[in-house]
């Protein structure tokens, strides 16, 4: 799960991890005061007669992305940013997301497990009808990384793009990456599965077939 956001709605402290953003709300102050967000008598920032406020977009179907909006929300409030959040139907939006009419949103992605897949979200060739990149992120920078790194075919040369491909993507966030599932999958000995895919194990299970009890 991640939060993406808009070109105008990155509020994000700088981090030295090569992946992840740190919660730092001193950090966050210092940008922000550094920048011209200034705090009002009701603890909001704006800078001029412009507030710090934005909408997080996210699917009312979904009481866990629900929940984190809230928590979400009170942490920037402690920054000083006035959230909203805006709860949709799934079909409004999905709508909206293809539509690239949101500040943020709340969402979770499956891609193929495969370190390449990350081309598939945050290319600029994705931005697009149709495209994962969302957020219509650009870095001329990025798409070079990642390139090579798809091309290269020694591993340990290839896992360091990859890396220096995330941390080019960690220090521009255009999202925040909450969680990731981890998986674990049970089956009977009597139930055969025709392959499962790591990133959907439902794929092909029109397939699968169940012995008779011995």
Known sequence: GLVAHGPATRIMPTSDTTIGIPYDLQQAARTLE??????????????????????????????????????????????????????????????????????????????????????EEWASSEIKKG???????????????????????NPARSVQLYRRAYRVLTDDAPAMWIYELRNVHGASKRIHPVGIRPD???????????????
């Open 34 to 119: 550094s920048l011209g967000w200034k705090r009002g008598r009701d603890g909001l920032r704006a800078r001029g007669k412009t507030p710090l406020a934005f909408a997080l977009m996210v699917a009312s179907s979904s009481p866990i992305r629900l929940k984190i909006a809230v928590l979400l929300q009170e942490q920037w409030r402690k920054a000083g940013a006035n959230v909203r959040i805006e709860q949709l139907e799934l079909n409004t939006f999905g709508g909206r997301m293809e539509d690239r009419k949101f500040d943020a949103l709340i969402n979770a992605w499956h891609i193929d497990p495969t370190p390449s897949s990350v081309r």
């Open 131 to 153: 495209g994962y990149n969302a957020t219509s992120y650009r870095s001329p920078a990025f798409d070079a990384v990642i390139d090579s790194a798809v091309r290269e075919m």
């Open 200 to 214: 959907a194990w439902w794929a092909g299970l029109a397939d699968w077939n169940v012995k008779a009890s011995r």
